[in-house]
């Protein structure tokens, strides 16, 4: 997936900027106002786009990884950290408005709701993920070490998810996480704000792609001074 | 079949082991024990509470003493070279993954078969045979990915604090439906209203052996 | 027997192998003598198809480790300069072990010969963490040889031994037969010290930096002459 080639030059960031300008708009100045929450509602558009987002990372993680065994580290290895780092950084935005979110209408911090909680538990596979890439020793294996656990960390978020549900419902908890009911015009703003997400999501991977590749380049320089790639 | 008299030579070849220097048995079972007892004090479990809280602290137990069996499995492969030497028998790498499984199920299984009576005593709860099923199946799920993962942590640095790291967010779903299928059985709820959760730990069970089984061959692999 | 042609092998950035050629014939000795960091061990995984090569091809007892791993294995008997031994276990249960493992038919018999012939029959039921550095050697060597190897891969196998048991280790390995089976057996040594590769009649090689400096052949099969060469591959190595 050699997404420097495919997007050219500074078009995905000027369509990313672009894209997110509009979603602010949306959501601060043209979403209407909810009628029960009032405009704490608003967090509820960037709270949806960047859990989504979150988990977009961890698909992109997996195959990633499956490549990385499959065809041997290379550039998917680079693929695979980064999008962990980026998906990491969007999970953690997810949670913390998540529970914004959960204060403002049910009073608190936090619920045991299955979203919440898997998003939890997906925090702590991309945090184990990166302690067990500084944690590996050996620079051959850590590429397909840290890809063999994206693998099963990928596979365990859903029956995560199925477990915490059905406990929940053992457990039912007061505060039930319920369904806004969004008009049109709220409807857009969600939309929007999801694809500005997305949006970002692809700017920063590209980003740290570079970065991932100039460090790359650096320690090959550094090993054979003037000497081949 | 070759793969199968490797795969229990594997088995016996640990089994000696331990027999030798009963490092790993001894240490799970008192480590359990402890936990045990460390809940109860601190949790104040009087008769109608012990119940609600009784089966959490088994599985507590029985997972953070498994966790030390595991976190041995390949490490003292690795200190005495003889990680090289398995890889060097003409065997499906797939065949050390399961001997190794094996093994830690056999010495989990050892300690649990201690824990759980000691546990139904101190807490008075009734003795139902299905959950000598659910600790089989929990303890299954959690050993083949605790042994898939315990190859992965041989070369990592701070080996022991790297497993529970890695192995807790995955493994939850067992927890979660161990903890559940022995609360129903213990307070005697209806086989329909647990079912799903024996259809969990089953399910669970089946898709990591397999991507377990799949997975093994590159962690070990140079 | 082994043939290995423009083999390479990298770990991240550092090259270990940078086109290793050589070969050796069938119940040929040939050691490869290089400094620390040349390479040797590195490229004995890749002939044991412990390790996976980079590039170029390799193809032990007729078969190529990667693609016919366990046939390899089969035929291939390993040195480390560790033991693979487990230190808990008594000499015999370590053969009886592996012996398992490798499939080794009439186990028990084929055990019992061996300790004999590596002077432990006495010490069997000892655990090898009572065993000298020398006979943890013996009992390696005898490990290596269970399920009667056409290849044999020593790495470093005089490590940690001392005049003794090198003396011993030398006979062991200038009878080419080298114990039961009574054929002849390819060796391929690797060891960082000139005089060890020199006290063989075999070929010697020099493995320096990830290649082969030189092969020895007919012409300059004295040791001094070897000696020689051998400096010079060293000193041409420092100054790249």
Redesign the interface.
């Known amino acids: 997936m050699r997404l420097r080639r495919i997007i050219p030059g500074h078009l995905l960031t000027i369509v990313s900027a672009l894209f997110m300008a509009v979603a602010l708009v949306f959501t601060f100045l043209i979403a209407p106002r909810e009628a029960v929450m009032g405009d704490v509602q608003r967090i509820f558009y960037f709270h949806v786009a960047a859990a989504w987002t979150g988990y977009l990372a961890l698909v992109v993680a997996f195959l990633a990884s499956v490549l990385c ?1 499959t065809r041997g580290p290379g550039r998917w290895d680079g693929l695979a950290l980064s999008s962990v780092e980026i998906g990491l950084v969007f999970v953690t935005e997810g949670i913390v408005s998540g529970s914004i979110w959960a204060k403002a209408a049910w009073g608190v911090w936090w619920t045991w709701d299955p979203r919440l909680t898997t998003s939890a ?1 997906l925090w ?2 991309y945090a ?1 993920y990166l ?2 890439r500084k ?7 850590r590429a ?2 840290a ?3 994206a ?3 990928f ?2 978020v859903p ?2 998810f ?3 549900r ?2 929940r419902t ?1 457990h039912p908890v007061v505060l039930e996480s319920s369904g806004l009911h969004l008009g049109p015009t709220m409807l857009a703003t969600l939309v929007l704000s999801v694809v500005a997400f997305t949006l970002l999501y692809f700017t920063l991977l590209r980003l740290r792609l570079r970065l991932q590749d100039a460090g790359d380049r650096i ?2 320089l550094m ?1 054979c001074p003037g000497g081949v790639s | 079949m070759q793969s199968l008299r490797g795969l229990w030579a594997i088995v016996r070849k640990d089994l000696a082991l331990e027999r030798r220097s009963q490092e790993a048995v001894s240490s799970m079972f008192i480590f359990g024990l402890l936990v045990i007892l460390v809940f109860s004090f601190s949790l104040d479990l009087r008769a109608e509470s012990a119940v609600q809280a009784a089966p959490g602290v088994l599985w507590v137990a029985f997972t953070f003493a498994g966790m030390l069996g595991l976190s041995r499995s390949f490490i003292r492969e690795r200190d005495q070279g003889c990680l090289d030497g398995l890889l060097l028998c003409p065997v499906d790498r797939s065949v050390i993954y399961f001997g190794k499984l094996v093994s830690n199920l056999v010495f989990m299984f050892v300690c649990e078969a201690i824990i759980l009576p000691l546990f139904v005593a101190l807490f008075n709860l009734p003795f139902r045979p299905a959950l000598l099923a659910v600790v089989v199946l929990g303890t299954l799920g959690f050993a083949a990915v605790g042994t898939l993962f315990s190859a992965l942590t041989v070369h990592t640095r701070a080996r022991e604090v790297m497993l529970p790291v890695l192995l807790f967010p995955v493994v939850m779903p067992v927890i979660i439906a161990a903890v559940r299928l022995t609360a129903g059985l213990l307070d005697g709820s209806p086989w329909a209203e647990i079912m799903q959760w024996m259809r969990l730990l089953v399910g669970f069970d089946v898709i990591f052996l397999a991507l377990c089984y799949m997975c093994f061959e590159y962690v070990v692999e140079e | 027997m082994i043939e290995v042609c423009d083999l390479e092998k990298s770990f991240g950035v550092r090259q270990a192998l940078r086109g290793v050629s050589f070969s050796v014939g069938e119940g040929e000795l040939l050691a490869l003598v290089g400094p620390n960091g040349a390479g040797k061990t590195t490229l004995q995984r890749i002939l044991a198809a412990l390790s996976k090569p980079g590039g170029g091809s390799v193809r032990v007892a007729g078969f190529d480790p990667v693609v016919d791993a366990q046939e390899v294995r089969r035929r291939v008997g390993f040195l480390s300069h560790r033991p693979l031994l487990y230190e808990d276990l008594s000499g015999e249960e370590n053969l009886l072990f592996y012996g398992r493992m490798y499939g080794v038919a009439n186990l028990s018999q084929r055990t019992t010969s061996l300790l004999a012939r590596a002077g432990l029959a006495n010490r069997r039921d000892d655990l090898v963490r009572t065993y000298s550095r020398g006979m943890k050697q013996r009992l390696a060597i005898a490990r290596a040889l269970l399920h009667d190897p056409a290849v044999l891969l020593l790495d470093e196998p005089y490590a940690g031994l001392d005049r003794r048991a090198a003396e011993r280790l030398d006979a062991a390995l200038s009878d080419p037969v080298v114990t039961l089976g009574g054929r002849p057996r390819t060796v391929l040594m690797t060891t960082y010290n000139l005089e060890h590769g020199l006290s063989h009649s075999g070929r010697v090689a020099f493995l320096v930096a990830g290649t082969i400096a030189h092969e020895t052949g007919d012409e300059d099969r004295h040791p001094d002459r070897t000696r020689e060469l051998y400096e010079a591959a060293l000193a041409g190595q420092g100054e790249r």
């Open positions: 065994l538990v702590l596979i184990s302690t067990l944690a590996v020793q050996e620079e051959s294996r397909r070490i890809a063999v656990y693998v099963m960390g596979a365990a029956i995560n199925m477990a915490i059905w406990w053992v320690e090959s090993r």
